[in-house]
T-cell receptor, first 114, second 113 residues
Framework: DTAVSQTPKYLVTQMGNDKSIKCEQN?????MYWYKQDSKKFLKIMFS???????INETVPNRFSPKSPDKAHLNLHINSLELGDSAVYFC?????????????FGPGTRLLVL | AQSVAQPEDQVNVAEGNPLTVKCTYS??????LFWYVQYPNRGLQFLLKYITGDNLVKGSYGFEAEFNKSQTSFHLKKPSALVSDSALYFCVGGQAAGNKLTFGGGTRVLVKP
């Protein structure tokens, strides 16, 4: 069974479109995260939710809006896509979001904006 | 502010030779540190972590890392590298608030047969 899953795996779209990426974890964790990996492989956190409540919100354009319908799901909606949004987006989860916990990552969603 | 540095973009090693991937950190307070590995077109896999206790941490796939407070380093090591160890390795530091992780820039390891 896949612990942290993301859909879709690949996403190719035009500038200006709105798209969503879904993430689900079956680990029973309370905390979920979104990370962005750029073309140089640099990884940076975007958001974190604990039990459906937003706890980390980095400096991210407000075109990006996370939504957590329940603690097993954290979706990422992106409005008005721009070329610079092309990246790999990783979802992760951890038990309770406390210091020192291991985060478990999904396989990534490769977004290409044309 | 916290930062994690990996001074080498790439490390080349022959199969069977020891592998070392370097990492230094800068944090306030007690650090906690991780190593993750990313295989091509795959997600990140946890290798090991240091929180407190023994400075030598053993992890998955025969990897270990040594926490050195005086040198603010957390180098990843494997005594005998395999071709299958070829991947991108990330040193990661953690902060107290919300378990926010700060990633190093990554080091690509190439193990040649």
């Amino acid at each position: 069974d896949t612990a942290v899953s993301q859909t879709p795996k690949y996403l190719v779209t035009q500038m200006g479109n709105d798209k969503s990426i879904k993430c689900e974890q079956n680990l029973g964790h309370d905390t979920m995260y979104w990370y962005k990996q750029d073309s140089k492989k640099f990884l940076k956190i975007m958001f974190s939710y604990n039990n459906k409540e937003l706890i980390i919100n980095e400096t991210v354009p407000n075109r990006f809006s996370p939504k957590s319908p329940d603690k097993a799901h954290l979706n990422l909606h992106i409005n008005s896509l721009e070329l610079g949004d092309s990246a790999v987006y990783f979802c992760a989860s951890s038990q309770a979001g406390i210091r020192g916990e291991t985060q478990y990552f999904g396989p990534g969603t490769r977004l290409l904006v044309l | 502010a916290q930062s994690v540095a990996q001074p080498e973009d790439q490390v080349n090693v022959a199969e069977g030779n020891p592998l070392t991937v370097k990492c230094t950190y800068s944090v306030s307070g007690n650090p906690y540190l991780f190593w993750y590995v990313q295989y091509p077109n795959r997600g990140l896999q946890f290798l090991l972590k240091y929180i407190t206790g023994d400075n030598l941490v053993k992890g998955s796939y025969g990897f270990e890392a040594e926490f050195n407070k005086s040198q603010t380093s957390f180098h990843l090591k494997k005594p005998s590298a395999l071709v299958s160890d070829s991947a991108l390795y990330f040193c990661v530091g953690g902060q107290a608030a919300g378990n926010k992780l700060t990633f190093g820039g990554g080091t690509r390891v190439l193990v040649k047969p």
